[in-house]
């Protein structure tokens, strides 16, 4: 049988690339929308779009890729420096943050799994905690600084997606399907979950009595 780690490795590598880039974006848009300036844009896209992974490594007990490798940051200065100079083209265009939140939440969410999987093998509890904490970290941090109630913690549907795709992933592994298989049907299947529900407005649910 043909060997497919090092391309394997390489695809892991590009699509956390691009999930950095992804909910970097919507860390630049978070910060104008909040009346930063470019420093701040910039600071928030960087976070956003390392947080997630750089958490996951630390608990896993790996030294941060974010850090290690400097093509992280740079996606992100790129990213924010992008928003801040086309933003007045795409600021009426509220859905690209939404869609570009969905992609860097399924992607993160299964690149996080695959990173666990690679250090732990088929370990359900590992695949989650890492899959959930590099899809949700980043996100958490970049709402608590622009001072709001973290996407993950009300009623949106949003955790559950990225658990439902990192359930699938795990799932196709364990019946015996290959790596490319299990991490593309996950990232679709969060990603698609998360767009419907932003476009059915599907929501959990909340105790009875709370406000909306």
């Known amino acids: 049988m043909v060997d497919f780690s090092v391309p394997v490795d390489v695809f892991v590598y590009v699509l956390d690339l691009f999930g950095t880039m992804a909910f970097a ?17 910039l600071l928030l896209a960087t976070l956003t779009g390392v947080a997630g992974g750089t958490m996951r490594d630390i608990v896993l007990g790996q030294f941060p890729n974010s850090i ?8 992100t200065v790129v990213s924010g420096l992008a928003i801040f100079f086309l933003y007045s083209h795409l600021k009426k265009h509220w859905n690209l943050f939404l869609k570009f939140d969905a992609i860097g939440l399924g992607v993160f969410a299964i690149i996080g799994a695959t990173f666990a999987y690679h250090l732990v093998g088929l370990n359900f509890l590992a695949i989650v905690l890492a899959g959930m904490l590099t899809a949700v970290g980043g996100g958490i941090l970049r709402d608590v600084f622009v001072n709001q109630v973290p996407i993950v913690f009300v009623k949106e549907f949003y955790a559950s997606a990225s658990f439902v795709g990192i359930a699938i992933f795990y799932l196709v592994l ?11 049907s996950g990232i679709v299947l969060t990603t698609g979950l ?3 529900a932003i476009k059915y407005n599907w929501n959990l649910p909340r105790a009875k009595g709370t406000a909306d």
């Open 25 to 41: 974006v919507t860390g630049a848009f978070k910060a104008i929308e909040n009346k930063s300036d470019v420093v701040g844009i």
């Open 68 to 75: 290690s490798d400097p093509a992280y940051v740079v996606i």
């Open 174 to 184: 364990y019946l015996g399907g290959e790596l490319y298989f299990a991490t593309i």
């Open 194 to 196: 998360r767009l419907v």
